[in-house]
């Protein structure tokens, strides 16, 4: 039986900004480059867009109804959340229900940020009686200060205030339980540099080595500086609506062939997989879905159909959970399925072929969707998927959705 939602909604637009360190230009100025430019690649006006989905707001930029307001849109439906790669699918997979259900015609999924207004920089003597200048990490910042802890395993009580220390448990435990090393965590970034080197809009395109991954400094044990994403300035768009108004758009149709959405609690840790023992977690075994169950079921396609992996890339370790949690390879053999060039440029299971958040741009994940849909309709220039016609966007977190080439009706 097909699932009910499957293909009937599609990506018609995509668009986005500069990326780049330091732009000096606030996110409501980048969200609408991005959104001016999804609605010329799609062939439609900004008029035509009337819903929303926002995955940015204080402390990163504003409102979705302020962005509303400021670029003149008139939404019948809008939507926002933190501004958290985890929640990119489930945004997608709102405005995929908005349209399926008639709430809206066309919903512009975006996220701009401007984390070089964020960044401390030293700055000279103030005045007696000036007011000290809020602090990334501890009290003093909006996530850390969360009732229950910062909102990516951040635990304040401990001393961890920044998202990094939650990835870095889930490392040294990964590399204590299985064996694995640092030197072959580098893989991860030296494969999406690859990938980058190949990408114009990339930020970081210089060659990068294990070597170079190993001689720098490290972060927050066991990660180094390069298994750390960017942070830079940049806004990325996608617009969704029916697939069939898609078919009659300018471009090539990507669909929504099913999805997974993003779940929650105990059994959850937003760096790992269920079972894997953090923080509330169960030590247990882990098994994931089958051939044909869950996502792939609905979509009525196996792991081997998937001609390309693209996953929140935060932090390189979390792209070796994402791998396990999604059985392309079991617990504890990602350090291996990783190594020889297999999520690299040519390889068996191409990666994040723009660069990610490690080489790209950290763009929330958005410009994860627009790389997906640049390879789906055949627009990626050199780092082209030879074919692709199914690409899977898929979190450690535990939400996906698989894209399906649909071309013109």
Not at 374 to 394: D, E, F, K, S, T
Request: hydrophobic share 40%; charged share 20%; net charge negative.
């Amino acid at each position: 039986m097909s699932w009910e939602l499957g293909d009937r909604t599609a990506v018609c637009g995509i668009g986005q900004s500069a990326y780049g360190r330091s732009l000096g230009r606030s996110a409501i100025d980048l969200a609408a480059d991005a959104i001016g430019n999804a609605a010329t690649d799609a062939g439609l006006t900004p008029a035509d867009i009337d819903g929303m989905v926002v995955t940015f707001g204080s402390p990163l930029g504003a409102d979705a109804d302020t962005l509303a307001q400021t670029l003149g849109l008139d939404l019948r439906f809008y939507n926002q959340t933190w501004a958290h790669g985890r929640f990119t699918a489930t945004a997608v997979q709102h405005a995929a229900l908005a349209v399926a259900a008639g709430m809206a015609d066309v919903v512009a999924c975006l996220a701009a940020v401007s984390f070089s207004a964020r960044v401390r920089r030293p700055r000279p003597p103030q005045p007696a009686g000036t007011p000290k200048r809020p602090k990334l990490g501890g009290s003093s910042d909006a996530e850390g200060a969360r009732e229950g802890g910062g909102g990516h395993g951040e635990d304040p009580v401990y001393g961890m205030t920044s998202p990094g220390a939650g990835a870095a448990l889930v490392a040294q435990k990964y590399f204590d339980r299985y064996g694995a090393t640092s030197a072959q965590l580098a893989e991860v970034p030296v494969a999406f540099r690859a990938h980058a080197s190949l990408n114009d809009d990339a930020i970081m395109r210089e060659p990068l080595t294990i070597e170079d991954h190993q001689s720098s400094r490290l972060v927050c044990a066991p990660l180094h500086l390069f298994d750390y994403c960017l942070v830079n300035d940049g806004a990325a768009a996608i617009l969704v609506t029916t697939a069939e108004r898609a078919r009659d758009l300018a471009q090539p149709a990507v669909t929504l062939a099913a999805w997974e959405p993003l779940p929650a609690g105990r059994r959850e840790f937003i760096w790992s997989y269920p079972g894997f023992g953090i923080a509330q977690q169960q030590d247990t075994d882990y098994r994931a879905p089958g051939p044909s169950e869950g996502i792939y079921g609905r979509a009525g396609v196996d792991r081997g159909d998937i001609d390309a992996l693209f996953t929140y890339d935060a932090f390189s370790i979390v792209a070796w959970l994402a791998l396990e949690r999604w059985g392309y390879c079991e617990p504890g053999e990602a350090a291996e399925f990783t190594t020889g060039g297999r999520i690299g440029p040519g390889g068996e299971l191409p990666m994040n072929t723009h660069g990610g958040l490690l080489s790209e741009a950290h763009v929330m994940g958005w410009n994860h969707q627009i790389e997906i849909v640049r390879q789906l309709r055949g627009q990626a220039g050199p780092r082209q998927v030879p074919g692709a016609q199914h690409i899977q966007w898929a979190n450690v977190y535990g939400d996906s959705i698989i894209y399906r080439a649909a071309g013109r009706g």
